[in-house]
C-alpha cells in the first residue's frame, strides 16, 4: 500500500495552486456578477430615459388651454325669419358670432390680417360648438353669456410653455401682435387651462387641439375581440388535439416545428398574408376591425398554441389516467379534467398574445388601416384605425401639438399594455398550481 500523507496541505488541497485558483474563481464570479448588475441597472437607466422622455412630452396632452368669450346669439345671425326651423338655425354662420365677439373684445384691430391672426386665436371648433348648444337649447338665442371655447393649437403650444415669448419673432408661431391680445385676455381671466376631455372623448382631427384617442380606442376593442373570438378556439383546440389526440409521426413533428417557426414570423409577413387572402381574395371592407383582427389572430395563434400546450403539458398524467382508469372516454379526460385544470396557463398566454396584437402596427398597415378616420366605428365593418396607427400618424405630423399628443397616445397604450400583463400576472399567481 502507499502511504497517505497525515497532512492535508502535503495532498495539494490547500496548497498555493489551489489557493491562487480559487481566488481566480472568486474574482470571475464577482466580475460576472458586476457585470450582470451592470446590464440590469444600464437597461433599467435606458427604460427610465425613454419613460421620462415620454411622460415629459406627453403629460400636456391631459390638460387644454380654453378661451372664454361673450357670446350674443344674435337672431339675425341664426335665426333671420324667427322660424326656429332647426334645418336653418344648423346652417346659420355660427363663425360671425366667434369674430363679433373678438371684434368686440379688441375694437382697435381693424387691418385684415390681423384680424385674420385675432380669429386665428379660437379653435374652428368653436363654430361646431355654438351649433351644439342652439340645437340643444334654442332660447339662447337673442342672449349674451360667457362660452368657454377651445383655443387654437399655437396659443396652446404658448399656454403651455412650449412657444418662448423671448424668440425673436420671425421664429415664432406667436407673434408680438397675438401675444399682446393673450397678454389682455389673460388679465381679464378669460385664458384657462382644464383636463382635456376631448382627449378621451373624441376621434382624429387635422386640427391638434381637436384631435383625441377614442375613435382609435374603439378600433382596437373591435380588433382584438374579432383577434380573440378567432385565435383563441383554434388556438386551443389545436393545442388539445396535438397533445392529447396526434399520433406521434413525421406529420406531426412538422406541424410542431411550424408552428415554432411562425412565432418567430416578421409581423409584416401576417399582414401580406392578409392583404393578400381577406382583401384582394374576400374582397372584404379595407380599414375594418374584422379584416385589422383576423390578420392579427393569424399573429396571435402561434403564441396561443405554445403556452396552451405547455399548460396542458403541465398537468399531471396521474389526472389523465385517473379518468381513464374510472371509465371516461379520452375527449371526457381532455374536456373534463385536463383542460379545466390548464385553463389558467391557457388564459396567461392568451393575454400575452393579446398584449401582442395590441401593440402590432405593421401588418394592420398593409391592410389599409393608416386612412384618415375621424369618425368613431359602430362595429366591425365600419372604417377604423387603432392605437398604434394613430400613434404612427400623430409621429409624422409637422405640427408641434401633435408631438405631445403622440407621447399622451404612448402613455395611454402603454397603461394598457402594462394592465393587460398584470391581469396574465394575477391569473397566474391565483390560479397556478404546483404537483
Known sequence: MTDTPNDPKAS????????????????????FRRLGLSAILIALGLLGILLFS??????????????????????????????????????????????????KEFPEVTQRRDLRALFGLVSKDATQQLRKMIAADPSLIGKTIPVRMLASDDVDMFEKGYISRDVVQDDRRVKDNELEWLDALQADGAISTHFNTRFFTGGDSREPEM???WGAMVGSFYTL?????????????????LEEFAPKNKLTDIIEVNINNLAAVPSIVFGLLGLAIFLN?????RSAPLVGGMTLALMTLPTIIIASRAAIRAVPDSIRQAALGLGASPQQAAFHHILP???????????????????????????GMVAFIADI???????????????????????RAFVEKTSGAIMVLLGFLIFMNAIAVVLRKKFERRW
Not at 66 to 91: H, N
Not at 228 to 235: A, D, Q, R, W
Not at 381 to 399: R, Y
Open 211 to 213: 384631435a383625441g384617442i
Open 54 to 103: 415620454i411622460v415629459g412630452k406627453g403629460y400636456t396632452a391631459f390638460i387644454q388651454t380654453y378661451i372664454t368669450l361673450d357670446i350674443t346669439f344674435s337672431e339675425s345671425v341664426i335665426d333671420k325669419d324667427g322660424t326656429r326651423d332647426p334645418v336653418k338655425m344648423r346652417s346659420a354662420s355660427y363663425g360671425n358670432l366667434v369674430r363679433d365677439a373678438l371684434r
Open 12 to 31: 495539494g488541497w490547500y496548497g498555493e495552486k489551489y489557493s491562487a485558483n480559487l481566488k481566480k474563481r472568486h474574482k470571475s464570479e464577482r466580475l
Open 225 to 241: 375581440i374579432v383577434t380573440f373570438l378567432i385565435s383563441f378556439p383554434i388556438g386551443v383546440m389545436s393545442a388539445i388535439y
Open 281 to 285: 381574395v374576400a374582397h372584404l371592407p
Open 341 to 367: 385544470l390548464a385553463m389558467p396557463g391557457i388564459l396567461t398566454g392568451t393575454i400575452i398574445g393579446l398584449s401582442q396584437a395590441l401593440g402590432e402596427t405593421a401588418p394592420l398597415l398593409m391592410i
Open 377 to 399: 366605428p359602430g362595429g366591425v365593418f365600419d372604417p377604423a384605425t387603432v392605437m398604434p396607427v394613430q400613434i404612427f400618424l400623430w409621429a409624422d405630423s409637422p405640427e
